[in-house]
């Protein structure tokens, strides 16, 4: 009989036992989410473009500030800061060495920012682009080098016949870097004049017959030059990258520009900022549980219908690539034969 009534108070205290255990489970789940909750919350993330407004870094950075916060604890605001300057170098290296490490400063910064890093051959990196926290790649980078109608240079060929006038930004753009590597390599005969704060003010330089040629991605082009593009303003002669855009079929890709394997192998190199394009990234050393989220809140918010449907509304692209695939496209530009480096190396354009 008493052993009855002790297994009654036993079964008893279990279930008491339970209870307790399910509303302290219950408190720790809703303390856990407190926390993720409180994560961002009453923050403001700021995204650094490292080029003018009005650009195209400014567009998408601008595109991904609109959407980003819905997706992260805490849902804060987000905003973006022109910092211009040196093709992208200035904003790069205030992210690296100046820029908070929490998670409230972001980035967008040139799409060479590794190239120049590997090459060794431009002053002013204060960076190693390994290093950088990598959350996302808003869209590769397809650019193309074209011509004002009135210069009558339709070509490449052109090119090498005379000399071609180009607005240049900072030392390590591709709007220097490959017009100056061409004349070294194939014998065209561009100048570059650089000191433009970038696309949007080079642009303006071929509207007023300052400069012959500039640097454009061609998402941006076929939208905001739709009009040059209808009339035959522009001429579009080489895409820095190393396979012609399935919409550029006729436009030679700079790879298909070597005359032998080395020269191929060179031009590769410099065009592999195409894979980078324009990504999305944060100071090192952010911690390890605040990349994720960031990770997973860019990834969330590329998928959303909104940012979906104003980029179907505006027509540029987005080919968006998540936080360690950018990662390993990075670290796959630092492996280069010595030999190609080497020569690559002494060829020098930035110079």
Known sequence: MRARRCGASCAHARARLACVLVAVSLALVGHARAQDGAEFRGKTITIVASFEAGGPYDFYSRLIARHLGAHLPGA???VVQN????????????????AARDGTALGVV??????GQVLGTTPGIQ???????WIGRINSN???????????????????????VLAGTGPTSSSVVMPRLMNELIGTRFKVVTGFAGPTSAQLALERGEVEGIVKPWSSIKVGSADWLRDGKINLIVQYTRERHRELPQVPAIVD???DETQRQIFGLYAGGAALGTALLAPPGVPERTLMLLRQAFTQAMRDPPLIDAVGKSGVDIDPLPGAELQSVVDATFVIAPDVLERAGKLSPQQ
């Open 127 to 133: 960076y190693d682009a390994r290093r950088y926290s």
């Open 257 to 259: 520009l070597g005359q």
């Open 83 to 98: 910092m211009p300057g040196a093709g992208g170098l200035r904003g790069a290296n205030y992210l690296y060495n100046v």
């Open 142 to 164: 397809v650019e193309v080098q074209h011509t004002w109608h009135a210069s009558g240079i339709r070509s490449i060929e052109d090119a090498k016949r005379r000399e071609v």
């Open 110 to 115: 040139s799409q060479t920012v590794a190239v």
């Open 76 to 78: 804060p605001a987000v």
